[in-house]
Nanobody, 123 residues
Framework: VQLQASGGGLVQPGGSLRLSCDAS????????IGWFRQAPGKEREGVSS????????IYPDSVKGRFTISRDNAKNTVYLQMNYLKPEDTAVYFC?????????????????WGQGTQVTVSS
């Protein structure tokens, strides 16, 4: 199983980015997907998760209303649309999945992780 996160970069505060997570070796249709981030000197935190059916999405308060997770099962890809970015969103962003269907931000559920993509929000 391989997950490839992409779409990171440098953006000004208030700007937007869309991250993509392409999967191989696993059919994402059946499993939940999560996005996590880790800033320097901080613990990794969950920023979004979507259930296998796309019927349930969850976000922490820190990103709620600004981030949107979605999936395209035909492309075996999951996206994270990030709007109104703030400097505190600066981190390496990872996508992850595992053999479960319900959305969760508990990283202990996730068996497969991508390599991460850097997001830097700065003027």
């Amino acid at each position: 199983v391989q997950l490839q996160a992409s779409g990171g970069g440098l953006v000004q505060p208030g700007g937007s980015l869309r991250l993509s997570c392409d999967a191989s070796g696993i059919t994402l249709d059946y499993y939940a997907i999560g996005w996590f981030r880790q800033a320097p000197g901080k613990e990794r935190e969950g920023v979004s998760s979507i259930s296998s059916s796309s019927g349930k999405t969850i976000y922490p308060d820190s990103v709620k209303g600004r981030f949107t997770i979605s999936r395209d099962n035909a492309k075996n890809t999951v996206y994270l649309q990030m709007n109104y970015l703030k400097p505190e969103d600066t981190a390496v962003y990872f996508c992850a999945t595992g053999h479960f269907a319900d959305a969760t931000l508990d990283e202990t559920f996730y068996a497969y992780w991508g390599q991460g993509t850097q997001v830097t929000v700065s003027s």
